[in-house]
């Protein structure tokens, strides 16, 4: 029997919070590889969640804002997604949770390809059911009962498969709503950043120099917010994992675990996502699966590599009928040998009009139509606080401007 795959996508999560989910970190970080290097294809909900759907960048899906449902079913994007491919493999597939933002407006759709369709619509509590609505009260409910789905979904394939999942709870995103249990379990978390009110901004673009300095008591509360309702997806992850292995189906299960975006508290005077630095582009990423070696890893990867990655696990071409933009992570998964793995990587915001290069230790940072740009070497300034400002960028600049024009083979051909 092929190998199931789940994809847990949690919503608003900084790459560093990972460590507080102790749960989470013993049975599957350890369990499985972690990249220090993940990063959304563009820290925003919506244009993140569709190119994880598509394996396409947001220059190529063209969903740049989070009225993002329309314009992707306009398109045509929905009709060839992971999901539609891992069904035509022959696999169960169903999702549970957030789906793309916009869905709010059009709740009665049910995107092709999934044959289960929990999908959690706004923030009054309603949810999707196949395209029935129910009212479960409020959206923290409405997130329960998306899990609770998805673990009825699982016991029901103990004897059956395989299946594809996506399970999508709009945890940590705020308004915060820890449960009872969690809800003291960060009062006391401090929070004081290297970066927090860059003191320095005059190495920053122009139109950030003059940001005022953040409250540190208001991003204190949010970040305790932030942690204590991931203690609840912590026990909820912990759940599932029991489900699946009392179900005998965890040694024949592949689970990723990313964010949609990561989030800024007051680092650079920056608040939520949507930039280019590190806390708000990076994203936490791991990968537990069968016959996977534990390890940390330095490989640059990306939302748009989930995709490939599915359809190749279950045996299909990922290239077949469209090229993706993200590759495969199957075969370096399995042997643990990333040497010919993409050398550099892009992660852009196409309504903000900016793009980040990654390779090495540098990154690259360009402001297009405002003809400015930041550089960063994250060996020796990991917290992003001195941009430097005489470097020769002319490589650099043409690579982007190429890979912003490019998909497919074409763009991977550039990572090279
Ligand atoms: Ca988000
Ligand atoms: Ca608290
Ligand atoms: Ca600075």
Same mark, same amino acid.
């Given at each position: 029997m092929a190998d199931n795959v789940l994809w847990i996508i949690s919503d608003d999560? *900084? @790459?560093?919070?990972? @460590? =507080?989910?102790d749960k989470t970190w013993k049975r599957l970080v350890e369990k499985g590889v972690r990249f220090r290097r993940g990063y959304a294809a563009?820290?925003?909900c919506g244009p993140a969640r569709a190119s994880m759907l598509t394996s396409r960048y947001p220059h190529d899906h063209g969903c740049h804002t989070n009225r993002t449902h329309q314009r992707f079913v306009a398109q045509g994007? +929905? @009709? &060839? =997604?992971v999901a539609t491919r891992m069904r035509g493999a022959g696999y169960d597939t169903g999702y549970f949770g957030k789906y793309m933002n916009g869905l709010v407006t059009d709740p009665e759709y049910v995107a092709p390809g999934w044959g289960r369709w929990i999908a959690t619509i706004g923030l009054e509590g309603q949810v999707s059911v196949d395209g029935e609505i129910r009212d479960v009260g409020s959206q923290k409910a409405s997130d329960d009962f998306a899990a609770d789905r998805l673990g009825r979904f699982v016991a029901r394939h103990s004897d059956m498969g395989p299946w594809f999942a996506v399970w999508a709870p709009s945890t940590p995103h705020g308004p915060y709503t820890p449960s009872p249990e969690h809800r &003291? &379990? /960060? +009062?006391d978390v401090q929070w004081d950043p290297? %970066? /927090?009110?860059? %003191? &320095? *901004?005059? +190495?920053?673009?122009t139109w950030l120099r003059g940001l005022p300095l953040k409250d540190r008591t208001r991003m204190r509360a949010e970040l305790e917010g932030k942690l204590e309702e991931l203690q609840d997806l912590d026990d909820q992850v912990a759940r599932l994992l029991d489900v699946l292995w009392r179900t005998d189906q965890l040694d024949r299960t592949w689970i990723f675990f990313v964010s949609d975006n990561g989030f800024l508290l007051g680092e650079h005077r920056l608040v939520a996502k949507e930039q280019p630095y590190e806390e708000s582009a990076g994203i936490p990423f791991v990968v537990r699966g069968p016959g996977v070696e534990p390890s940390v890893r330095d490989a640059f990867v990306s939302q748009v590599d989930l995709m490939p990655t599915a359809l190749d696990i279950a045996g299909l071409d990922p290239d077949a009928g469209r090229e993706l933009s993200g590759r495969s992570m199957l075969g370096p998964l399995r042997s643990g040998d990333w040497s010919s793995w993409r050398r550099r990587l892009m992660v852009e915001n196409t309504f903000l009009n900016w793009a980040l290069l990654r390779q090495g230790s540098t990154a690259y940072i360009e402001h297009h139509e405002r003809d400015e740009w930041e550089l960063y070497d994250l060996a020796t300034d990991p917290h992003q606080l001195v941009s430097r400002r005489s470097a020769d960028i002319a490589q650099l600049s043409a690579r982007v401007t190429q890979m912003r024009a490019a998909r497919g083979r074409a763009l991977r051909a550039l990572e090279e």
């Open positions: 999560q *900084m @790459r560093s919070s990972l @460590r =507080t989910m563009m820290p925003l994007h +929905d @009709r &060839d =997604t &003291d &379990d /960060f +009062d290297p %970066a /927090f009110n860059e %003191a &320095d *901004m005059s +190495d920053k673009p």
